[in-house]
């Protein structure tokens, strides 16, 4: 199971911090991602990480303001977002799949098996 945190409503130029906490799982073995929609839109990938975090990309509208990181240790992935745009506004979501010991992240939906329920997150101008 997956739980997506820290949402909220931001100015444009400012942060967040979002969650994406496991449990049930053995964390660590699971390349992870977040993806995100908005409004009348399709779903897209923001970021992914293997499972161990070495190996990370970005969607290109974020590079460069957001992070991903991820603690085994403490279950919990996490989205620094910096520089925060309007057209960051969307529902973030945390997804999963097993794959240990891989180098790589995905970033098409279909790829990974489980999703959590998503936070809000409001850029205003």
């Known amino acids: 199971q997956l739980q997506a945190s820290g949402g909220g409503l931001v100015q444009a130029g400012g942060s967040l911090r979002l969650s994406c906490a496991a449990s049930?799982?053995?964390?660590?073995?699971?390349?992870m991602g977040w993806f995100r929609q908005a409004p009348e839109r399709e779903r897209e990938f923001v970021t992914g990480?293997?499972?161990?975090?070495?190996?990370?990309g970005y969607a290109d509208s974020v590079k460069g303001r957001f992070t991903i990181s991820r603690d085994n240790a403490k279950n919990t992935m996490y989205l620094q977002m910096n520089s925060l745009k309007p057209e960051d506004t969307a529902i973030y979501y945390c997804?999963?799949?097993?794959?240990?010991?891989?180098?790589?992240?995905?970033?098409?939906?279909?790829?990974?098996?489980?999703w959590g329920q998503g936070t809000q997150v409001t850029v205003s101008s």
């Open positions: 049930g799982r053995t964390f660590s073995a699971y390349a």
């Open positions: 997804a999963a799949r097993f794959a240990y010991g891989g180098t790589m992240y995905y970033f098409r939906e279909g790829s990974y098996t489980d």
């Open positions: 990480s293997n499972w161990s975090g070495d190996t990370t």
